[in-house]
């Protein structure tokens, strides 16, 4: 059982915005552990997608952006596409795991 | 660009030990530590571990430690996941990934490697 916690499944139309969230605790998120998001196409190898919290490596489009804010963090995608649909993960450290990693429980993003 | 070539699929039976691989460069090898996250059937994603190839210092999540072993081969560029005695449950997807801290992000990933454990 992950200690980050993340909707099962989020879901929109093209063009529109979703948010995930990523609720942690005062030993991960909340303690100043930067938060990191990837996503995982179906068949594939995860691929980092914003990292130290709001920072986008790269090629990734400015449609994904990531805020955080006290034992929380949010990934949100604008305007939608239909390539957008993957799992996508948060992941951070915990202090209580002797400062190892975890990742989120993961959620679905469906394009409707 | 870091690039994280794992070796191929594995089949094994219960008990059996079993060592996979990620071969990356010279350089890769030398600067930046080496992780493997596991992925069991259907499941998200688990931390299970980084070693800094440099100096072998390694760290496990502490439900996996004493369960596999992170090693790495300087000479041949490869870092190593490595099970004793092998139950189904470790039925999964392995990947190797690369980050620049032990408690950092994994910025390139390897391909992954499939482990099915049959009794």
């Known amino acids: 059982q992950s200690v980050l916690t993340q909707p099962p499944s989020v879901s929109g139309a093209p063009g529109q915005r979703v948010t995930i969230s990523c609720t942690g605790s005062?030993?991960?998120?909340?303690?100043?552990?930067?938060v990191h998001w990837y996503q995982q196409l179906p068949g594939a190898a995860p691929k980092l997608l914003i990292y130290d919290n709001y920072n986008r490596p790269s090629g990734v489009p400015d449609r994904f952006s990531g805020s955080k804010s006290g034992t929380s963090a949010s990934l949100a995608i604008t305007g939608l596409q239909a390539e957008d649909e993957a799992d996508y993960y948060c992941?951070?450290?915990?202090?209580?795991?002797?400062?190892?990693?975890?990742f989120g429980t993961g959620t679905k993003v469906t394009v409707l | 660009e870091v690039q994280l070539v794992q070796s191929g699929a594995e089949v094994k039976e219960s008990g059996e030990s079993l060592k996979i691989s990620c071969k990356t460069s010279r350089h890769t090898f030398s600067t930046y530590w080496i992780g493997w996250v596991r992925q069991m059937p259907g499941k998200g994603l688990e931390w299970m571990g980084i070693?800094?190839?440099?100096?072998?210092?390694?760290r496990y999540s502490p439900s996996l430690r004493g369960q596999v072993t992170i090693s790495a081969d300087r000479s041949i560029s490869t870092v190593f996941l490595q099970w004793s005695s092998l139950k189904v449950s470790d039925t999964a997807m392995y990947y190797c990934?690369?980050?620049?801290?032990?408690?950092?992000?994994?910025?390139?990933w390897g391909q992954g490697t499939l482990v099915t454990v049959s009794s």
């Open positions: 990934a690369s980050t620049t801290e032990p408690r950092g992000f994994f910025d390139y």
């Open positions: 005062s030993s991960n998120i909340g303690t100043g552990y930067y």
């Open positions: 070693i800094y190839p440099g100096d072998s210092d390694s």
């Open positions: 992941q951070s450290h915990d202090d209580r795991l002797s400062g190892s990693g975890v």
